[in-house]
């Protein structure tokens, strides 16, 4: 390991910042408390601190300029977490003070290595060519459409020569890098479908229209798109995630109402746009047979992110040089996870990295789960491998 001089010293602020941020959860665009804490971390290193400059109110952004000419670097963290209880052991210190909202994702790492980040630059000035700008953005999970789109139509970032995120996953241990050049996480959609018809007694299905029948049909018929209605060389996930209708426990009642919820993952904006025309045909034919009326809300949440092959390059390099060449992996194939950093590398020549945080001991959680944790010594890390492509990228940006 060969982290950048100075980083291994500021984990123990980080990791103090990391629980912080863990024991005081707040959910998209609702960032009060996480956003006054980065203001006033931000304003104590020096930097020039911006915000209320979207409708995401609690988005931040620091700016550190250096003293010599350079590009523009943007450097991002997510900062909300998830709508979940918390489920770990109680004795866990920096467990959740909020009921029913849980860093079960990580950012709560993003954000406080973001914030060590900035710190690090700040004490090490020298060695900015040009300015970097720390990107705080809310909403990453939701809701729609995320705080990544409405800080990109501000027009805050049109100055940004280049833009680096992270995320961390605990598949693997702190010390491993992995990235690619290209599609890295597809496209992502939420949809509701909502299926009315005439409740009756369940003795008597004869005097209504089915609602249940008509729902479950319809999951079925929405299944045959992705296997029998698209190329099967163009990859997408069509999963019905919820179903609805009646009363839970209800035996004699037909209701009068269903719906169902999922999401829709693509790599290909063309097939994108192609399942949701065939999901609302699929929903009306099916709807019609069993009498009932069928509306699809599709609330479109992230674009594929695909990373900019010279920045994808960097990040490989500085990493390397940071955990070594055996720790540094290119990711064989795209996730069918979404991620909306893809708003930014729509507009700004950009890089996504996974960096490994896989706990020590105990159990392994992922992402998403109740008891979900990480290891703090993926904290300096991530640290240097941003740091290190970014003074990567100011040094090319100059030979250019």
Not at 76 to 92: G, W, Y
Request: proline share 7%; hydrophobic share 40%.
């Amino acid at each position: 390991m060969n982290l950048l001089p100075g980083m291994a010293e500021l984990q123990p602020q980080v990791s103090a910042w990391r629980r912080d941020i863990h024991a005081h959860p707040e959910l998209g665009f609702r960032e009060v408390r996480t956003s006054a804490l980065i203001q006033k971390e931000l304003r104590a290193m020096g930097l020039e601190v911006i915000t209320n400059f979207c409708e995401a109110d609690t988005a931040v952004i620091g700016v550190l300029k250096g003293k010599q000419p350079g590009p523009v670097i943007g450097l991002r963290a997510d900062i909300d977490a998830l709508p979940m209880q918390d489920e770990k052991d109680e004795s866990v210190p920096y467990r959740s003070q909020n009921p029913g909202v849980c860093h079960a994702c990580g950012h709560d790492s993003h954000t406080a290595a973001l914030l060590g980040t900035a710190l690090w630059f700040s004490q090490n000035r020298d060695k900015v060519r040009g300015t970097v700008k720390f990107v705080f953005q809310p909403a990453e999970e939701g809701p729609a459409p995320g705080g990544a789109k409405k800080i990109m139509e501000s027009g805050i970032l049109s100055d940004v020569n280049y833009m680096l995120g992270a995320h961390q996953t605990t598949s693997v241990p702190p010390g491993v890098i992995m990235t690619r050049s290209g599609v890295v996480t597809a496209s992502g959609d939420f949809f509701d479908i909502v299926i009315e018809g005439t409740g009756a007694h369940g003795a008597s299905p004869h005097c209504g229209t089915d609602v249940v029948v008509a729902a479950s049909q319809t999951v079925v018929a929405l299944q045959s798109i992705v296997s029998r209605r698209l190329d099967p060389m163009q990859p997408a996930v069509l999963s019905v995630c919820s179903m609805q209708a009646g009363e839970p426990g209800t035996k004699n009642v037909l209701p009068a109402k269903a719906t169902l919820s999922g999401t829709v993952r693509t790599f290909d904006e063309t097939v994108r746009e192609e399942i949701f025309a065939l999901m609302e045909q699929t929903v009306q034919s099916v709807c019609a047979i069993y009498g009932c009326t069928g509306t699809l809300d599709r609330q479109p949440m992230f674009p594929s992110l695909s990373n900019n092959e010279e920045v994808a390059q960097v990040v490989l390099a500085a990493a390397r040089e940071v955990v070594g060449e055996q720790n540094t992996f290119v990711i064989p194939q795209p996730s069918t996870g979404s991620e909306d950093f893809a708003w930014y590398a729509r507009s700004i020549p950009a890089a996504f990295y996974m960096f490994g945080a896989r706990p020590a001991e105990g159990p392994v959680y992922s992402g998403h789960h109740p008891k979900f944790d990480l290891n703090e010594d993926a904290l300096p890390v991530t640290m240097s491998v941003m740091a290190a492509s970014a003074i990567k990228l100011m040094q090319q940006h100059k030979e250019k």
